[in-house]
């Protein structure tokens, strides 16, 4: 599966690195796996009566990241979560990781083992191998594509698609963490951030815990992760489903940075995407606890007939709400 | 899945792309696709006692391909047979695509299209409907990574893993005339070759009747596809099986191409990679046809004691022969 791309200069890093990671990955490899690294597909045998499910996700150097503003330990984790916080979207359960993964030449071999070290770390907290991908040279920095295989009971995948006007909307976390350290970012004042001070952009833990929770109890009616960010993800939402959303401002859970002692601004929790939190939508009669699996749940709006998106702000006053995902890294 | 990464200046285009995507490929989507395109995952069922087979390949612009030598539909075919050629190398059959496509701004909407013209045609011709992806701006050139989800009835995938001492070595079609096409683009005589003259290289057809009818009939012992080229993939096979192997220079099938009259060069037939044929090996016993739903058989050589890789020359000369795959188009 890890297809060995070999130029006559490349031959033996490119074989010691897949040597690397078969053998670092090989630990992590759990019994459903029947075949990984070294052939040409993985084999996988899913529970009885279950779907697949599966997502793939780009991380780009110079669009998701940027190696001078990212140790390479938080790439590889962020790499891992996009891929598992789509599983965690639909109520799934992971079950293996797929990387393919171009590196420019003269890459210091350091960084590729300290990407492995941030990747595997987080593979092995969620028991999730990584069971293949492929390996090339990259024509201009590191490029990473994610693939999660996960399953689910056949028929109870939680979508975007079955939001009903009434639904009551919620969301986990808080919002605008990620953002916020991006806006420090591209201000320039610093050239690096503290990792520790920004744990929810550096470090974001997938919410699979909550998402299996809801679909287990047959709490939401839809579900979608906020890597977007709310504004565009409740668009895809309200897009897939037919309908439209209002949301309170002032409801909102906006997060605290760094050393801070006020919420991030509303426009950073409304659309700051890479916070990974989940937003999803429950009939009015259901009772959505406030806290599930340690993690806080906000009731923030209504789903509302036709397609507009409205904003409730402080003093009642109703503006439109127009998707506004939060840019990424590029020119 | 299709996960919308929303610079502000990029909104219209991308979607604009989504949504044409997702018309496109609607058309093809089978009855075991719950969802495909729009949501966090795809979500899909696989036959019943089936094992899942998934594969992931890169195609770069600068590694694995050229703009100004391939046109943008081979560039789409290209990236597809790379995963269907997988799903063959196991006997498997293919189920879904997934596609994760970078584009560089600036890059023409036309080029976009041939590129899925190409991509479409192949997926339509094998019945694999294109179920998501992820669609980013690139940092640089065309990135795309081709994720195919394929299956098997459980525990009957041919791995590379499965050869003896003794068995015979066996390969499908001709060798070469992909690597012979790039010989004459590297050589810079001619800028574009006519696609009509080197067929395998700029659309090749993933061998997948061969490779189910090969599980099936339970004929081979062991199986990979020859992407990297006869020398380094029967490498492959001798490092899994823990064998070596004995190829005799005079059987290997060589190319005919364009409208040359004799067959390419044993070098090319040997080391040149990107054929997409099957290499395979048998028990000796096994009686294998020379032709299989259509494709060329051809016995080439014995699986051997030890770990050395041989070849034996036309006067019955022998001598070692090493793993040397193609270079790719890298600088």
Chains 1, 2 share one sequence.
């Not at 409730?312 to 709400?321: A, H, I, M, Q, R």
């Amino acid at each position: 599966l890890v297809t060995l791309y070999i130029g006559f200069a490349l031959t033996l890093p490119e074989r010691a690195l897949i040597a690397n990671i078969r053998r670092r990955a090989g630990s992590g490899q759990g019994s459903r796996l029947s075949r990984g690294i070294g052939d040409d597909c993985a084999v996988l045998r899913l529970p009885q009566k279950h779907e697949a499910l599966l997502t793939t996700d780009f991380s780009l150097e110079g669009i998701h990241f940027r190696r001078e503003w990212h140790p390479p330990e938080a790439v590889g984790h962020r790499c891992l979560t996009r891929g598992l916080s789509d599983i965690a979207a639909m109520g799934g359960e992971p079950r293996t990781a797929f990387l393919s993964l171009a590196l420019p030449r003269g890459l210091p071999n350091s960084w590729v083992n300290r990407f492995f070290d941030g990747f595997l770390r987080l593979a092995r907290q969620f028991h999730v191998p990584l069971a293949g991908g492929d390996i090339a040279e990259s024509p201009s920095g590191v490029l990473a594509d994610i693939v999660v295989l996960g399953s689910v009971p056949a028929g109870k995948s939680i979508l975007r698609s079955g939001a009903r006007p009434g639904d009551r909307i919620y969301v986990t976390g808080e919002l605008g963490a990620s953002s916020a350290a991006l806006a420090q970012l591209f201000s320039g004042g610093k050239r690096r951030l503290r990792p520790a001070d920004y744990p929810r952009h550096f470090f974001p833990v997938p919410r699979l815990a909550v998402g299996q929770f809801l679909r287990e109890e047959g709490m939401a009616s839809s579900m979608i992760d906020t890597s977007d960010g709310l504004s565009t993800d409740l668009a895809h939402i309200c897009e897939e489903s037919g309908v439209g959303a209002r949301l309170e401002a002032g409801l909102v859970p906006r997060a605290v940075v760094a050393r801070s002692k006020t919420p991030v601004d509303i426009r950073l929790a409304l659309h700051g995407g890479e916070d990974y939190e989940l937003l999803f939508t429950a009939r009015p009669k259901k009772r959505i606890p406030g806290r599930i699996k340690g993690v806080r749940v906000t009731e923030i709006g209504v789903i509302t007939h036709g397609r507009r998106m409205e904003l409730v702000g402080p003093e009642g006053k109703v503006e439109g709400l127009e998707p506004m995902g939060w840019q990424h890294f590029g020119k």
